[in-house]
């Protein structure tokens, strides 16, 4: 077999399969948004990785270094919120290609990375450094913290649980095409926004925890469906999606008939969302509510987990029902 052919999860699931035996303080290893380590009796440490990669995730000479920076920390802090943690510190490893990189576009991605981890408290406390040649590499481990039993896990699905998504999905996706095609409209800078400069929801991961509302939890990151697949696959339960409930934003509606032959699927399945995406029972839906309105943050219901569906189904507004694909960003296999 290819290495191509394995795909992204598949080559993470082989690296899974080679080390099955773990020390008893990792609560949890790969295969969630952090890794999870006992610290004491009542804290854990959380840790999660993730790169930016010139040419794959960003081109230099469309991007401000400044945003650049603080979306590097932005995509780390998403894996954190995801657990319902409290992010600490990060190390920040740069490789450079330094003939043609100007210190001017480092020192504005070393103003953006600090100033945002300022306004999220959390410091740089290292990192390496190396001549990379060709492209600009960026590798964040962000450490995290969180109380024992407050952890939310993607395998913690329930048969019944109500599904639901922070914000609005797609907009990045979106803003990534407008960037790179162009046009003028009202609510152009909100989209690209979304994609130059993502706002994980840092908070919100934390109330939900604290308050014990979700039962599992996961950020959007490859698309709504790719990351739902993993909360299906962990739980042992299956899902159906009522596609007239995923939320879309205002200027998604207004630009996306333009920049996308099928815009809906952008939605479930265009990546970058950072929104956070968690199963509740049934009977905690009130909560829910009440701390959308409390943190000022749209959250809304698209579909529960079943134990009778397999795999993920999605439900039209006629209320017909097809199996989905669970399609998303898979760095090996997006062609
Ligand atoms: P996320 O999108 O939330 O960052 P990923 O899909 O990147 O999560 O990773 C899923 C899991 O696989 C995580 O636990 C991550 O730490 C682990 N992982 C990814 N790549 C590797 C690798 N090369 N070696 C070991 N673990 C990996
Ligand atoms: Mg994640």
């Not at 081109?59 to 780390?76: F, H, M, Q, S, Y």
């Not at 207004?254 to 956070?276: K, M, N, Q, V």
Request: net charge negative.
């Amino acid at each position: 077999m290819k290495f191509s052919d394995l795909g992204e999860f598949g080559f993470i699931n082989r690296i899974t399969r080679r080390c099955p035996i773990q020390p008893p303080f990792i609560l949890k290893g790969i295969g969630d948004d952090a890794a999870v380590i006992s610290f004491s009796d009542d804290l854990v440490i959380l840790l999660t990785a993730d790169q930016l990669i010139e040419g794959f995730h960003f081109r230099i000479d469309e991007t401000e270094g400044k945003r650049l920076g603080a979306k590097a920390l932005a995509v780390n802090l998403s894996d954190i919120a995801a657990m319902g943690g409290y992010p600490i510190g990060y190390t920040l490893s740069l490789g450079i290609p330094s003939q043609r990189i100007a210190l001017d576009f480092l020192d504005a991605f070393y103003e953006g990375i600090t100033s945002f981890g300022e306004m999220m408290g959390v410091a740089l406390i290292g990192g390496d450094t190396s001549e990379s040649g060709e492209r600009f590499f960026i590798s964040l481990a962000l450490l995290g913290k969180a109380s024992k039993g407050k952890v939310i896990y993607r395998g913690g699905g329930k048969d019944g649980d109500l599904l639901y998504v922070t914000g609005w999905l797609g907009d990045a996706a979106l803003g990534l095409r407008i960037s790179e095609q162009g046009g003028n409209r009202a609510g152009k800078e909100n989209l690209l926004a979304r994609h130059f400069s993502p706002l994980p929801r840092v908070k919100e991961g934390q109330v939900l925890a604290e308050r014990g509302i979700p039962n599992a939890m996961i950020d959007i990151s490859d698309g709504l469906l790719a990351d739902l697949n993993h909360i299906v696959e962990q739980s042992g339960v299956g899902a159906e999606v009522d596609l007239s409930g995923v939320p879309r934003s205002p200027e998604f509606q207004i630009w996306a008939r333009d920049f996308a032959a099928d815009p809906l699927s952008l939605a479930l399945s265009g990546g970058e969302d950072y929104e956070l995406l968690f199963s509740v029972s049934p009977e905690k839906s009130i909560q829910v509510a009440q701390l959308s309105q409390e943190l000022d943050v749209p959250i809304t219901c698209i579909g529960k987990l079943a134990r009778e569906i397999k795999g993920i189904w999605l439900k039209d507004e006629q209320g017909r029902s097809k199996k989905a694909e669970p399609r998303g960003y898979d760095h090996f296999k997006t062609g």
